[in-house]
């Protein structure tokens, strides 16, 4: 009997035995674009025979261990032609590949449809990436391509409408969308109030946007993650390439250095259709400029370093009596090191710059604010295994809040110089990310970041009764400032507050079948800036101000669940989610509040709460000449400050009131389709539902004036948006065999030429002395043609 039970045991020692010494080794390298030498993103690797594969990472690398064989591997991105290569594994290799572009195939290659099912396998949700090309392709207004419009498209991405900066991202606020470029954080996303955003197309390799289920590698901001990445800038050859528009021209040159070993990238934005306003007796001036930069350096195949830059700014004056200048500038120096086949390592040191300028010649004075902060960053990708990847590294900001210095423009102004008082800060985090798959129905994302924020010593600091700056008036029922019952003078190393968050973050998916999964994600994340600003959408005057003694950090708690489904062997493919957000601390301002040069901001600001849940849809075209999206959001967006004890009444007597950025119904399609070699046309279709807003509800006469009165918060709406935008692109035949390529794009943006309100106001009719609603829009139907150049 003895014999009979012992042989499972001696079945599974064999079975173990032969399991884990079975040889295995592991294949890495590096992917790059053939013609540039350019490191490529997100690539996949796969091995359809074991149904496993990888991507690339954010500098072109990958690593896959498989058991010792023969293999056909598969490689493939999106735009580019596919490599099936027979490999014999018997020993670690290290081999790089290099892709062609779709543009320059002579035949389609067709690849296995296992590849197109990895990604139904990835835990990674909430997450839409859109290609430099479709970006391009997609019209805006006034001929532009742009990124921040480009994402509005979007399912669950709004904006406040237009000329309206920033975006929202899940009815959250625009201040809570983490915005970074080659790593470096961008405070301000936009050119001329919103009509445009600070980044180049023809710059620009990759662009991915978080909207859940956000990695531990990031924090800071609780509603999104906008990740974009510049060119490296071509190693083979010297690259030219920019266009002509209507209100703006660019221009970008890229080549190497050295050969194969290192590149340059520097281009170059400008406005120029204020040069234009003085053949119409116009003093007003607006434009803007903006140079982006960039290094890169190959010492051998285990380093490479990276020196990158952006420089942008905005003038606005009318005459010369008011000048308003603003603007980002940041700089990074990264370096990758391979310490082996599975551990990679980059090292990234980020300076980034918000400023902003103000002259007021008429009343004889001058203002500047902004914020800095100096970045370190050590971060390692550990490939323990296909089924098992560790992300993890460390994360410290240093942050200086200038919130505004006014000086006397001249002599005579009568202006005394005075400084706001600044503000300094410390956040630093370390995390980690763990990639599983289970088995090969379930995979798993799960990781944690443990963040902590120190707000430091500054030059003076209010101290109030009880801890309380704002103060409650039981006769009159309103918050009023409350006045400091001493000052003190902390020294710069001293704490004022500290706050520590542990942010959990786990995704999860499960595959039905080969082309069906069901996703979920869990999110925590703490946001520790805060900014200041009482409109919509944000101006350039608005000023970040940091967690401390009277302002708490916000905490999100995001939950997600979605179907993903490849229709017709990726054809097609369908996204579906619904989420819901809470957020503790989101901050809201007294009535009456006085945001503009307060020294003393948390005097208006109390401690509030905000939620957003909504059902997402994303049905993608992916191939063949017609292409394209439908998305359709269903959403709602909402926040609340109740009062502090019984005897408060809170802000909108502690009722949930919408957000600005609540829009119930969101539809956007977008359509291309490329009739020829010659000709291609796309189109997009976007509906919204009105913004929330205030209207009065009646008014009462004082001193001969009426004085309008208002409910509660944002109960009313503006008028339902939407608007048709059109554009064909035309490539002449002879640019065929030409080194000097060029096209044509001709855009109508809103076609029908829709009469949308930004705001409506109500007045006197000055001729019947009736109350009238007023309705202010910003565009009709605006053409306009951009001529690019390639060579």
Same mark, same amino acid.
């Given at each position: ?609 905000? *939620? ?10 992916? *191939? ?168």
């Amino acid at each position: 009997m003895g014999k009979i039970t012992s042989l499972p045991f001696y079945l599974l020692i064999l079975f173990s035995t032969n399991l884990f010494s079975q040889e295995r080794f592991t294949l890495s390298g590096t992917i790059t674009e053939i013609a540039s030498n350019e490191t490529l993103i997100g690539v996949t690797v796969a091995v359809p025979a074991l149904s496993t594969g990888v991507i690339t990472n954010e500098y072109g690398f990958y690593s896959i261990t498989l058991p010792k064989g023969s293999y056909e591997l598969h490689i493939s991105s999106l735009g580019y032609q596919d490599i099936i290569q027979t490999i014999d594994l018997s020993y670690d290799q290290k081999i790089n590949f290099q892709l062609l572009e779709d543009a320059e195939q002579l035949e389609e290659v067709v690849v296995t449809e296992d590849i197109e099912k990895l990604n139904i396998r990835k835990p990674q949700m909430s997450v839409n990436s859109l290609s430099v090309e479709t970006i391009k392709k997609i019209p805006v207004i006034l001929g532009e391509a742009d990124i921040i419009k480009s994402i509005l498209l979007l399912p669950g991405v709004s904006n406040a409408g237009e000329g309206a900066s920033g975006f929202n991202v899940r009815g959250g606020a625009v201040d809570q969308n983490l915005i970074l470029l080659d790593e470096a954080t961008i405070f301000n996303s936009s050119h001329l109030f919103g009509f445009f955003s600070v980044f180049n197309p023809d710059a620009i390799k990759d662009v991915k946007l978080f909207k859940g289920g956000i990695p531990s590698r990031y924090g800071g901001r609780v509603s999104s993650v906008l990740e974009i990445f510049q060119k490296e800038g071509n190693s083979k050859e010297l690259k030219v390439n920019g266009g002509i528009g209507a209100v703006a021209s660019r221009l970008l040159a890229e080549g190497p250095i050295i050969r194969d070993k290192a590149a340059f990238l520097i281009g170059g934005r400008a406005s120029y259709a204020h040069l234009f306003l003085p053949l119409f007796d116009i003093d007003n001036t607006a434009y803007f400029y903006d140079l982006n930069t960039k290094l890169n350096f190959k010492l051998n195949e285990s380093n490479n370093i990276f020196f990158s830059g952006y420089f942008g700014r905005d003038v606005f004056s009318i005459s010369e009596s008011f000048v308003n200048t603003y603007g980002n500038a940041v700089l990074n120096f990264r370096w990758n090191h391979l310490f082996s086949d599975k551990l990679f390592s980059n090292l990234s040191l980020i300076y980034s710059d918000y400023y902003y300028g103000l002259k007021l010649d008429f009343v004889g004075f001058k203002w500047n604010s902004g914020i800095q902060n100096f970045n370190l960053k050590y971060d390692f990708k550990h490939y323990l295994s296909n089924n098992f990847q560790v992300n993890y590294g460390i994360n410290n900001i240093y942050y200086r809040f200038n919130p505004g210095k006014i000086e006397p423009s001249d002599s005579e102004s009568g202006i005394i110089e005075n400084q706001l008082i600044q503000k300094y800060a410390n956040e630093f985090a370390v995390y980690v990310d763990v990639e599983q798959n289970i088995t090969e129905k379930l995979s798993l994302q799960y990781g944690l970041r443990l963040s902590n924020f120190i707000r430091l010593g500054q030059d003076e600091l209010n101290v109030y009764e009880n801890d309380n700056p704002v103060s409650f008036d039981p006769v009159l029922q309103i918050y009023k400032e409350a006045d400091p019952i001493d000052v003190i003078y902390p020294e710069r190393r001293e704490q004022l507050a500290t706050y520590t968050n542990l942010e959990p973050r786990i995704a999860l998916a499960y595959s039905l079948d080969a082309n069906n999964s069901i996703k979920a994600s869990y999110t925590r994340l703490a946001q520790y800036l805060h900014l200041i600003s009482n409109t919509s959408s944000p101006t350039p005057l608005d000023v970040w101000t940091p967690s401390g003694p009277f302002i708490k950090p916000q905490l999100l708690d995001q939950y997600a669940l979605g179907y993903f489904k490849n229709l017709k062997e990726g054809d097609y493919s369908l996204e579906t989610e619904i989420f819901y957000k809470d957020i503790q601390n989101r901050i809201d301002y007294i009535d009456g509040a006085n945001l503009i040069a307060n020294d003393a901001i948390e005097q208006v600001i109390l401690n509030g709460e905000a *939620r957003a849940y909504g059902f997402e849809l994303l049905l993608r075209k992916n *191939r063949d000449r017609f292409q394209g999206w439908l998305a359709y959001t269903l959403s709602k967006s909402e926040q609340r400050t109740p009062g502090r004890n019984a005897s408060e009444t809170g802000i909108n007597s502690g009722s949930w009131y919408n957000t600005p950025y609540d829009k119930t119904h969101d539809v956007s399609l977008y359509v291309n389709y490329e009739l020829n070699e010659k000709w291609s046309f796309n189109s997009n279709f976007v509906f919204q539902t009105g913004q929330p807003t205030n209207y009065p509800i009646g008014q009462f006469e004082f001193q001969n004036l009426a004085v309008p009165y208002y409910g509660l918060r944002n109960k009313e709406r503006l008028p339902a948006y939407h608007r048709i935008d059109f554009s064909a692109t035309l490539t002449p035949r002879k640019n065929k065999g030409r080194k000097l390529k060029a096209e044509w794009v001709f855009s109508i943006y809103n076609l029908y030429n829709r009469r949308n309100a930004a705001s409506i106001g109500f007045s006197r009719n000055g001729d019947t002395g009736v109350n009238e609603a007023v309705r202010t829009s910003i565009f009709g139907l605006v053409p306009a043609a951009t001529y690019n150049i390639k060579f």
